[in-house]
């Protein structure tokens, strides 16, 4: 892992869609490799090398993305890619604002549906909405499948109010980032 970290995490040259991994912790990123189907259904709130990991191993992705920049920055990637089977949807959102956020078309895209995978990773500033969007996740995922919280030292409140059957922390170093992070892995 020492030699991932500088290869990966101090090397500023590279970026998590540059290597098509998620900004989550390796050890959740081993743990996915296995997890992961090709008959899987994913949605994903906030987009980028996940986009991509996941549609290398899955059915279909659906991601929410809330920055019409980083929007372009992925497609171009699947693009290039010819990466089909990812449908990328525009959905801004005031990430300062809880309440306008639990109304809006980008927390509840995911409605109706139902999904073997949720990753939990959306943009936020100063206000916690993972905890939010977590939630509202729990609402559409399958039995036996997986809700993916990044960084989720942040949120222990998630962990404490839950209607996962187990959860497990993943805690270590991970692609482009500094230090160590965690990432939850509810189990349902």
């Not at 809880?98 to 109304?103: D, F, P």
């Not at 995922?141 to 989720?152: A, H, P, T, Y």
Request: charged content about 25%.
């Amino acid at each position: 892992m020492i030699s991932l970290y500088f290869r990966e995490s101090i090397n500023r040259k590279v970026t998590p869609l540059s290597l098509g991994l998620p900004w989550i912790s390796y050890t959740a990123i081993y743990q996915l490799e296995l997890l992961l189907q090709k008959h899987h259904v994913v949605a994903e709130f906030g987009g980028g090398g996940s986009t991509l990991f996941f549609a290398d191993r899955v059915h279909s992705v659906l991601c929410i993305e809330s920055y019409d920049v980083w929007a372009k920055k992925i497609n171009h990637e699947l693009s290039i890619k010819e990466i089909r089977n990812v449908t990328l949807e525009l959905f801004p959102y005031d990430p300062s604002d809880v309440t306008a956020y639990e109304m809006s078309e980008n927390l509840n895209r995911i409605r109706d549906n139902v999904y073997d995978i949720i990753l939990v990773d959306g943009y936020e500033e100063n206000v916690e909405l993972r905890p939010t969007c977590f939630w509202k996740a729990e609402k559409s995922i399958k039995q036996g499948g997986i809700i993916i919280v990044d960084d989720s030292w942040r949120y222990h409140q998630i962990r404490q109010n839950n209607r996962a059957k187990r959860w497990e922390v993943y805690k270590s170093i991970g692609p482009c980032r500094p230090g160590v992070t965690t990432t939850d892995i509810y189990y349902y």
